[in-house]
């Protein structure tokens, strides 16, 4: 299979790790870094031995490119998505997809009359963790799913992260920032969401940043920080999800459980690609099970090379854009329904992405 060149618009803070990965997997070769900022693209460039350090119309007119990764701030995805779309490129994009259902199918909408791909992070529930829970559900370890609980809740970003604004900008706030590792764990492990309902709030109207870099900057919070969702899925089961950037403390509840008619599954951070993988059957004690399936490290990429792998052998890309508009969706609906006191009915749908090979079926 002959690989499929890769080049990245958005060197930030996330862009590390993408650049290190890419680098790696055999399906693609990373060719080009582009930024709004070129001395960022130019520096991404040297750190990771790249020949091409492009203004963003210079990356996406290269002819060689077929795959762009957005990396981008989520109020730019759209734009970064379309345009690209536009140039005739394959798309993957950080999450959330976009920041607007109305931009969510204009997207989906162009990569359709185009014939092109659209792909989005996160990709986490491919690595073995998360894929090994869904096998132990397919196999009927639990019985028949009746209810899943996801609990995420920090302090907020403020205190790390160099450039924290966004994260309390429209597009941002825990739902949209976590919210799609919880949402697409969920969707893998129980398929999709038919409605929603839930509450959300402002906590506190204004963050003061500690990290280094802006030390003392005033945040204006224009999005909610803590936000309770309730979600029916197409297959009966009934979900909850916790999101929150107000737990000042910090948190001991398990990131995500599935309850069944026969046991208990406890399901690692889906912000992770590995974990623990705890099963409690009806009447037995707790057990730690092996993992079944691979890419267990920080493997943020292996959906781009998925991805590729599809352009070049046909088929599904896993972390597709349906999956990732349903989840979308479903953010929207949950902050939707508090609004306005009611439930949301979702309009989407979309398939359980393909399991990943398992570990013997990778060494055969």
Known sequence: MSR????????????????????????????????????????????FNLEKAYTVDELLADPEIEIVVNLTIPKAHASVCLKALEAGKNVYVEKPIVVTREEGQQVLKLAAEKGLRVASAPETFLGGGIQTCRKLIDDGAIGTPVSATGFMLCGGHESWHPDPEFYYEIG???????????????????????????????SHPTRTITSEK???????????????????????TIGTLLTSFDAAAGTSL??????????????????????????????GDWEEISLTHGYTDNNRGIGVADMARAIREGGEHRANGEMAYHVLEAMHGIHDASREGKHYEMQSTCTRPEPMPALEAQSK
Do not use: W
């Open 214 to 236: 802006k030390r003392g900057k005033i945040i204006e919070v224009e999005t909610p920080t803590n936000i309770t969702g309730v979600l029916d899925f197409e297959n009966g």
């Open 254 to 283: 398990p990131n995500i459980e599935i309850h069944g008619s026969e046991g208990t599954l406890l399901v690692p951070d889906p912000n992770g690609f590995g974990g623990v993988v705890k099963l409690r059957r009806r009447g």
């Open 172 to 202: 941002g706030g825990p739902m949209f920032d976590m919210g799609p590792y919880y949402l697409t764990a969920f969707v893998t492990l129980l398929g999709p969401i038919k409605r929603v309902t839930g509450s959300a709030r402002i």
């Open 4 to 47: 499929v060149k890769v080049g990245i618009i958005g060197c930030g803070n996330i862009s590390h790790v993408y650049f290190t990965n890419l680098k790696k997997y055999p399906e693609v070769e990373l060719v080009a870094a582009a930024d709004i900022d070129i001395e960022r693209a130019r520096s991404r460039a040297q750190e």
